[in-house]
């Protein structure tokens, strides 16, 4: 078959994602789609995968996904005549420690949250249903029936043929070489046997997509490693229908075949693969069997399943797959070019995703927009750290060893640190600061006594009353916080304002030496981005947002903006010192060149921006608050950042360092949403409770104004509130459910500590689909889902403390 000349969409790569994408693209968009695969339909990684095909995930976005999967692989075959080999036979996920124990219940709960039907059971019970199975250690099990098993190839192969039948071209064979670009745009598809002209390009190139990204300047920090498991002889007495068994604490798991059983694990200790180009051609090929790696896991197996000591090994698969640093897949449009969208990097959970995933990325590509919340698994949440291949490989490598480690909340990964560090790093580490990071940068979680370090705990941490101690230096008198890491950029140029007025909801027109706290919102009226815009002059203007998104945000502008502008990051040129708290007007007006008057509210009102001098520099003071105390972020030239942490902790003994746990414990009681837990693309700024920051002026045309117009008066299907418990010692950590006269009405986004308050507190959204009135949400009795318990609940919809009374930031 010749290659087209031109398509709509060309897809590269043949495999499960590949192959999803392009039957999502041409059944639901009816898209021209030409689909290219160098070896055949399912040579990569594919054709070798074990089957296992899980659903719950800690993100409910991508639990959807995986339920998308499993609905389609049950009724696939009767669509396309093509079997996929689905067998719904559930999973049974094992725990022989406490921890995992308290994991399980909380994760009981997440899949509760999130409509997936999940028990506890006891060991007894796990032996009935799997007799085969040594339980002697166990505390228990989790239950999840609609979990199940498919055959990876056969689905591949059915969703091959469901594309050609709604009318895809599926070439194999066909070896993509590169790309002609009319700047970042792709404009020809350059492959051994041809060239294709096209509209926009899907790289499912497996662990070759990191390859494929490079031809156009797109990085995908992705890392084959090698991944192996077994297949053995019959196993008497062993069900077909047995159910597949994760067992985390011997990091192995088991699915039943033919009688037998595919075992394989996840070892501490994983083979990275090559950190060059894949060999070539590397088609069905695997690795040599390795005994003396399988060893620790054929040990931890036999240990739970005896009578794999007297049975025989068919075959040892030994394969490679694309892991990346985070443990998530990656999926969307890459900033560096404005047509290739990304569907790669699936962490062993590729079959399990492919259904959903392909869905998700066919609807990206087509509309530019991601269909729901996906920024866990967002391409940009990656950043320029992210092209050095070392790094990847080394944060990978940690990721995969704690694949089947307990997840403890709040846990920071070790490996490739400190990377980027704040000009404050030495004098943050003198006052005891133990750090965290956050794509790159070191920054001060709390402080603590010298040698102070995290221990993990499911319960209450080790960090508790020192986080306690800093969040009261805050309400009582000032904390400095060193967030030189947010992301900051600036637009300028004449068409700067209208730009700027065409992408935020809120009125960034005010006039200069103001702030807007603002959302900019995709075309359902979700919120993209949650920032504050400070405009300079009336052609400049001031952009700072969380540190996690700045490639996101940068992104979401730069696509968007028309007319005379240009938009620059300067992350790297101005650090970030925020001082907080009743004193702070005191401290500030001791140091700066113009003394308290300088900082009287009647001179630098809230919502407002001014340049100061201070220690002998110009810095850009910001008068905003994200802890609900008098405060201003003070932004620094980077070079100039110790001069001025230095004058301001001289200037008082009030004054203390404080890290990002108070920091989140003083947000939490002044009911500050977190972008990308509060607040997504899921939600609307009515939903959120942030309808204020909307300026719908007659005239203004924003992105998302026609669907918020459209939702017009309509009662909300959903309400975000807060929520605190009278239970002080529960831990909440998201995703308890909400119950509402004892029915699940939601779930909780974030969860925490509020020291003043002295109560946990959760923030989430109650839904109604008859609609959540004011009557209606405050009329309930509520009650949270907390490891299992029900634990009596007080909604609220203010703030839970708030000392200052001023309005949210701007
Ligand atoms: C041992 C093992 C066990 C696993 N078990 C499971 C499991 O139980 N459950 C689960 O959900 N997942 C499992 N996985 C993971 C799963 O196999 C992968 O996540 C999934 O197959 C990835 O699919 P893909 O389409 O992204 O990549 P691939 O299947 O690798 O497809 C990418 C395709 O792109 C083609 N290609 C690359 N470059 C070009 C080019 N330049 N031009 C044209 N074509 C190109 C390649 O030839 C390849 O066929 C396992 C993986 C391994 C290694």
Redo the contacts with the bound molecule.
Sequence with gaps: MTLPAHAQIVV????????STAYHLARDHKADVVL???????????????????QLRSSASITRLLKYSVDLYKRLDAETGLATGWKMSGCLRLASTQDRWTEYKRLATTARSFGIEMELIGPAEVKRMWPLLQVDDLIGASWLPTDG?AS?SDI?QSLARGARMAGAKIHEG????GFAMDGARITHVH?DQGVIACDRVVN??????R??GAMVGVTVPLQPV????IITERIPGLSPDAATIRDPDRRT?F?EEVGGL?M?GYEPDPQIWTQGD?PDP??FRLFDDDWDHFGQHMEQAIARIPALEQTGVKQM??????FTPDGN?ILGRANACANMFV????????????GGAGWALAEWTMTGEAPLDLWVVDIRRFAGMHADRQWVADRTAEAYGKHYTVAFPHEEMSSGRPLITSPLYARLQAAGAVFGSKLGWERPNWFGPPGAQDVYAMGRQNWFAAVGAEHAQVREKAGLFDQSSFAKYELTGPGAAAALDRIAAGDVRKPPGRLTYTQMLNTRGGIECDLTVARLADDHFYIVTGTGFRTHDFGWIADHLTGDCTLRDVTEAWGTLSLMGPLARDILGKVAAGGPGSVENATFPFGHVRNLHVAGVTIRALRVTYVGELGWELHVPIAALGDVYDALMAASPDLRPVGYRALESLRLEKGYRAWSSDITPNDTPAEAGLGWAVKLAPGRDFIGRAALEKAGNAPLAKRFAGFTLANRDAVLVGRETILRDGQAVGYLTSGGYGYTIGQPIGYGYVRNPDGVTPEWIKSGSYTLVVTGDILPAQLNLAPFHDPAGQRVRA
């Design positions: 590269i790569g043949g495999g499960i994602i590949g192959c290219l695969e160098q070896g055949q339909l399912t040579s990569g990684s594919t054709w070798h995968a074990a089957g296992l095909v899980g098993q990876p591949t066909v070896k993509v070489m492959t499912c190139a497996g662990q070759w997509a390859q494929v090698k991944h192996q498991y798991y699915k595919v394989g894949i590397w088609a698969i030994n394969g490679s797959e694309s897949f569907g790669a990097g699936f962490n062993a959970f590729g079959i399990a995703s492919g």
